[in-house]
């Protein structure tokens, strides 16, 4: 029935604004907006919704995640501009916020609504 339809994923944040800016300018995505809503325009023509939500809770789950080439440039770049990487119990993280633990290099942090996002190197 869907099979030739092209689906998308959203999810919500708190603030549009604060929204638009982090995806914008901090992790430098292409980002629309519409309707007070975002579309978050990422590689491989999958574009995202991002929705405002009165009530929202943020995800306690990786919402999104970045493969890049080079963990430790993208992490430093991304404290560069302000970003902060999370540390979860049971995955002992580099001092850098890498988990470097088995599977691949992984590095977690959150957008201004507290959703979970993660940068991992293939």
Known sequence: MFGTTKAFSGFSVN???AARAF???TLGLKVSEENGMLTLHIAGDRDILVYPKGDH???TFTILNFPVDDIDRT???LVRRGVRFERYDGLEADEKGIFR???PLIAWFKDPAGNVLSVLQE
Request: proline content about 7%; hydrophobic content about 20%; glycine content about 20%.
């Open 57 to 59: 809770t943020p995800a």
């Open 23 to 25: 995806y914008s300018e």
């Open 15 to 17: 603030d549009i604004d």
């Open 101 to 103: 633990g088995g599977g």
């Open 75 to 77: 992490v430093d770049e």
